[in-house]
């Protein structure tokens, strides 16, 4: 059989079998076997209806542009039963929406195709157990006609099975339930979205993020001309006074303070002193230290049982997961992001990975910037190497280090880079969260709205979907004290 016509097959055999198990539970006499087996036959039914469910659904939401309503496909599955893949229409909705997942979907449905059958060759009434044979599915499926859109059994049912045998055909079925669960997931998470009213909290979230943006082009373009210039004159400015930044940060130096900066509600750079953790023991040199470490290098020395360097709380992967995503929405489209920001260009200050605290990251640019040629990068790439990190920061790994465990020959094309961060994700699903999974596919796939013909960062649409489905999601996540 084809793959569809496989679907087709389990399509039609989970209700029957459900009917049957049913009917057997009504009829059968045997007390012993249901008092030491009802539960795990109920179990066994629960896990065929899970099975239904999932199907159904997957249907559904690959049809769902379709002129069909949700009712009318359901109505659709059960008159069709078997045949319903010979519609083209609908067989290549449902490989469309699955994309590259299908062949993975088409193998889960064998598996329990393989334990539908197992099952059926215990359920004498359906089928002559002694001459049963796992291609005479569609058959039986045949031979069992509805009756007003119930199945109707002219023979005894019995379903002789032992519980060893009972358990494992319940724990088969719950894994490819889990497997179509994911795979339905990560489908969904590569739909694109449409375009939506935004929310009030998106609203401000964009705007804020614009100011800082056009102040950030202000300032590298302003420190450019400053350092090409070879007379310098003063002038009083007619505008408020103005704190020395530099002179706070040598003052919270010099007293062992911490400066926090941080961006209002009405998108205004502020700042605020505080104290270090008085259990830190901070060693003070007579010269401020310029070294830095790459957030590349902070994660390979995570990963060294040697190293005295703390690992990341979950907290505090939420706090630098969404820093890292909203500096990236407001440094786009200028000079300061050359390059994609990846965990090669993000930074740290050595000392701020010793504290408790959530080290700030931060990038570097040099002064006057050199006159050379870079090739420029898409917004897909862009949103590729955001997941890539938020991928990183997860697993407190790098992709240099996965791809060389998987024996993946890396390099810095966005194809092999891409390729490799899909393989990650796949097998990321069972230890992430459900909502940083979903934020981390669509970076990935770069499945947002959009009005232009191709993501652009010149796209409005663009940026609030980016802002709705990935940092908003990291800001409801993350400790307000670590925003």
């Not at 193998?107 to 539908?116: G, P």
């Not at 940060?249 to 010099?254: D, G, P």
């Not at 069972?430 to 909502?435: A, E, G, I």
Request: a neutral charge; hydrophobic letters at 35%.
């Amino acid at each position: 059989m084809s793959g569809f016509e496989v679907v087709g097959v389990v399509l039609g055999a989970i209700p029957l079998i459900i009917s049957a198990l049913d009917y057997y539970k009504v009829t059968s006499q045997r007390i012993k076997f249901m008092v030491k087996k009802e539960l795990l036959l109920n179990q066994l039914i629960q896990s065929l209806e899970e099975q239904k469910f999932y199907f159904q659904t997957d249907i559904c939401l690959a049809l769902k542009e379709t002129h069909l309503e949700e009712k009318q496909i359901i109505a659709l599955i059960d008159e069709r039963g078997l045949n319903l893949f010979q519609d083209p229409e609908i067989s290549d909705a449902l490989k469309e929406y699955l994309g590259e997942g299908f062949t993975l979907y088409l193998n889960a449905v064998a598996r329990c195709e393989h334990i539908l059958s197992d099952i059926v060759s215990n359920i004498s009434g359906l089928v002559a157990t002694s001459q049963w044979d796992t291609d005479d599915l569609p058959t039986i499926l045949q031979s069992q006609p509805k009756r007003n859109g119930r199945f109707e059994f002219t023979k005894r049912i019995k379903f002789s099975v032992g519980k060893e045998d009972l358990q494992r055909q319940i724990h088969d079925l719950d894994e490819s339930t889990k497997t179509l669960s994911r795979l339905r997931d990560q489908s969904i998470a590569r739909q694109n979205v449409t375009v939506q009213p935004i929310s009030r909290t998106i609203a401000k979230f964009t705007a804020a993020l614009n100011v800082v943006q056009s102040y950030a082009h202000r300032l590298l373009f302003l420190q450019t001309r400053s350092s090409a210039m070879n007379k310098s004159h003063s002038k009083s400015l007619k505008k408020p006074a103005i704190d020395d930044l530099c002179q706070s940060i040598h003052q919270a130096y010099e007293s062992s303070q911490s400066l926090n900066l941080y961006l209002s509600r009405c998108a205004k750079l502020c700042y605020s002193h505080g104290p270090v953790d008085p259990g830190i023991n901070m060693k003070i040199d007579d010269t401020p230290s310029h070294d830095t470490i790459t957030l590349k290098d902070a994660l390979f020395s995570m990963q060294d049982s040697k190293s005295t360097t703390p690992k990341w709380t979950i907290n505090q992967q939420m706090a630098l997961s969404f820093n890292i995503t909203s500096s990236m929405m407001q440094l786009h489209s200028t000079p300061w992001l050359a390059l994609p920001l990846t965990s090669s260009s993000v930074r740290f200050t050595p000392d701020s990975m010793k504290l408790k605290g959530t080290p700030q990251p931060f990038i570097v640019s040099a002064f006057p910037i050199p006159n050379q040629a870079t090739t420029p990068y898409t917004t897909k790439a862009s949103m590729l190497e955001l997941g890539i990190m938020l991928l990183e920061i997860w697993h407190l790994r790098s992709i240099d280090s996965y791809a060389s465990e998987r024996a993946l020959e890396m390099n810095n094309s966005y194809g092999t880079r891409y390729e490799i961060a899909r393989n990650w994700l796949s097998f990321s699903d069972d230890n992430m969260l459900p909502f940083y999974l979903e934020l981390v596919t669509r970076c990935i796939e770069c499945t947002f709205a959009t009005t232009s013909a191709t993501p652009d960062w010149g796209d409005l649409t663009f940026r609030r979907s980016v802002c709705e489905h990935v940092l908003k999601p990291l800001w409801e996540n993350c400790p307000q004290k670590l925003r």
